[in-house]
């Protein structure tokens, strides 16, 4: 069965430099949401968006912006890096409709040097 | 909001049953997951509570009471492969259900 596909699955940066991360969801979800992990910390909610539109915000800083496309695939760009961005950066996807179990991606792990 | 209150580590040996718990406060809510996540790896699902009580899957169990803001993840006859962190989950009854992640619990499986 499809999975959540992220791109790419590793990403080195110099601060200040932009980055962007790509996922595109399980066909036929239609929410999808970024979460942010620092070593050994849990997901922290940055974004989600719901048929396209974003439906709720979290800890995103201003430096970064997310969109979903119209194929629902989802983008989340980084301007300004600094070294505490180095995370795992996570994209899931659930059909609203459904029980709400998110799938996730493998990841996308962004070191800033 | 949420806030997500569970153990930050606990360890137990292989063969027993061990009980993680998770406590929440919720302005809304609308189901409490536990997801299983090793190190570097994506969380993977667990289970779903919406309704009070008990739901067994296999070796993993979870329970939750809505009144008391209470859920736990009861792992039976553990595996020395069980050692991960243990995320309990709360979606918002919101129009758009965001889900809201407590700080996990690193299970230890030892001989």
């Known amino acids: 069965a499809a999975g959540v596909i992220q791109s790419p699955r590793h990403l080195i940066k110099e601060k200040r430099e932009t980055a962007t991360l790509k996922c595109y969801p399980i066909p036929r979800h239609d929410t999808v949401y970024w979460y942010q992990q620092g070593p050994g910390q849990d997901p922290q909610f940055l974004i989600s968006?719901?048929?396209?539109?974003?439906?709720d915000k979290g800890s995103i800083p201003d430096r970064f912006s997310a969109q979903q496309f119209s194929d629902y695939h989802s983008e989340l760009n980084m301007s300004s890096l600094e070294l505490g961005d180095s995370a795992l950066y996570f994209c899931a996807s659930r059909l609203r409709e459904d029980t709400g179990e998110l799938f996730f991606g493998e990841g996308s792990r962004l070191t800033v040097l | 909001g949420q806030n997500i209150d569970q153990p930050t580590e606990m360890t137990a040996t292989e063969g027993a049953i061990v009980q993680i718990n998770c406590t929440y406060q919720t302005s809304g809510f609308n189901g409490l997951f536990w997801y299983q996540q090793h190190a570097g790896e994506a969380p993977t699902f667990l289970s779903y509570?919406?309704?009070?009580g008990l739901e067994e899957k296999g070796r993993f169990s979870s329970f939750l009471s809505r009144s008391k803001g209470y859920s736990y993840l009861l792992l039976k006859e553990l595996q020395m492969k069980d050692s991960a962190s243990y995320l309990c989950a709360v979606r918002d009854s919101g129009g758009y259900q965001k889900v809201t992640f407590g700080t996990g619990t690193k299970l230890q499986v030892i001989p």
């Open positions: 968006f719901y048929e396209k539109m974003q439906s």
């Open positions: 509570n919406v309704l009070d």
